[in-house]
């Protein structure tokens, strides 16, 4: 059963930063692309950073670009979001997701990944 779990949420102030852990079980990230999504209560799920089943490739939305870095580490089979600079708009449910097609891209669309977690709270008080 493959199981992606995502850790690191929690409460920062405006400026802090966040280091967000997604670890999969059941499934090995090696080849495959891995994003990170977000989503406030009652509007749509949008893609935050991702990267390439090779690492060679990552992209970010630009809300986030200049402040986030995601980086996998084969070894402990898990992908990793820096967040700095964090502001109340960050705040938000952050989703992992993994997509099992080989792409040179990353996805941006929700619809492309095949696995997600459950979500960690990310809160960025003013």
């Known amino acids: 059963q493959v199981k992606l779990v995502e850790s690191g949420g929690g409460l920062v102030q405006a400026g802090g930063s966040l280091r967000l852990s997604c670890a999969a079980s059941?499934?090995?990230?090696?080849?495959?692309?891995v994003a990170w999504f977000r989503q406030v209560s009652g509007k749509e799920r949008e893609f935050v950073a991702g990267i390439n089943w090779s690492g060679s490739n990552t992209d970010y939305a630009d809300s986030v670009k200049g402040r986030a870095a995601i980086s996998r580490d084969s070894a402990k089979n898990t992908v990793t979001l820096q967040m700095n600079s964090l502001k109340p708009a960050d705040t938000a449910v952050y989703y992992c997701a993994a997509d099992r097609s080989v792409r040179s891209k990353v996805p941006v669309v929700r619809g492309s990944y095949d696995y997600w977690g459950q979500g960690t709270q990310v809160t960025v008080s003013s």
């Open positions: 059941g499934l090995s990230f090696s080849g495959k692309a």
